[in-house]
């Protein structure tokens, strides 16, 4: 066989899948921008400002921001994706100095303080480039959000969801949240927590609205779902399948998370990462309170039998624990 015909051989071998190719690392380049974006939360207006890729618009922001998705492969492969995310200030809303401005913080990320996002270590609040490749042990669920005056901008709808998923070696997806194939779903959405003082909306400066926090509106990924008839967040599942949440804690009070039946009572689901990390002891439970800044991803199996269950977060009172007034927000699965 001559040399010609032997790469045509192979380069038709490989692209019917019958020989391995080798896999490289991706780099994601990823710009986001600042944009306004108003809600109607229970009846009322609420003016955002969100992350966006659709810059064109000077009211297309998005709450919460795109999804940012890197990937990690199995251990020993020598392969790590790298994030290049970056953000553009051009026309972004902002307050008046000393505030302006903004960053992005990779929250739960292992980086250097070069690109922390933090302006008091000094990041730059102009615009920049945010660099992170994550390790094998770096799979789970993570977020990104905006670390100028923070108490006033995560609450203005500066953050989204980051997703560190694990490939396999030929850099193929896994519909995994590990490389632990226990971790495997069949289904799976993001809920992003989030509550809202419609009073630190309007406040600037170092107004003494920001002594204190009196939220009246609360979200999953950024709708209220108030009743199981009109939940935040809907999925359309299939019976016995997995269904893999993961829980992001943006909102700034706490929150128990919990699955329940059409007539109220709790089903289990299994707790496989935290903050980013694998449990060493996966945890089945019932309920999981979920702080600010927490991340976990959780897997249900659904029954073989058709029906709806009820992913719900009830938000509590960060000085008693008290449930808050209209403080469950309901998702929906059918299957």
Known sequence: ???????????????????????????????????????????????????????????????????????????????????????????????????????????????????????????????????????TNMAGSYLYH??????KHLEMGMYGPMVV???NTSGAWLNQFTHNT?????????????????????????????????????MISGKEGKTTSAPAITLTAAKSKKVGLRLMGLHSVNGTFAVKDGAGAAKPFTVYTQDGRELSTPQTVTSLDVTPGQRFDIIFTTPSTAGTWYPQVTYKNLRDGSAYTNGTVYGKVTF
């Open 1 to 135: 066989m001559n040399t010609m015909m032997k790469h045509t051989l192979v380069a038709a071998l490989a692209a019917a899948g019958c020989i391995a190719t080798a896999a490289s690392a991706a780099t994601i380049n990823q710009s986001v921008c600042v944009r306004s974006v108003s809600k109607t939360l229970s009846g009322q207006s609420v003016t955002f400002w969100g992350f966006t890729t659709s810059c064109g618009g000077m009211s297309s922001g998005q709450l919460p921001g795109p999804v940012v998705e890197v990937g990690v492969y199995p251990a020993g492969s020598g392969l790590s994706d790298t994030l290049n995310l970056t953000l553009d200030m051009m026309m972004a809303p902002q307050e008046q100095a000393p505030y302006d401005g903004h960053t992005i913080h990779l929250h739960g990320a292992d980086v250097t303080t070069a690109e922390d996002g933090v302006p008091e270590t000094g990041a730059v609040t102009n615009g920049d480039t945010y660099t992170w490749t994550p390790t």
């Open 182 to 218: 226990a971790t495997a779903w069949d289904y799976v959405q993001n809920y992003v927590l989030g509550s809202v003082d419609p009073a630190y909306h309007t406040a600037t400066g170092d107004s003494t609205v920001f002594a204190d926090y009196n939220p009246t509106y609360f």
């Open 146 to 151: 905006c670390h100028v005056h923070t108490v």
């Open 165 to 167: 998923r694990p490939k």
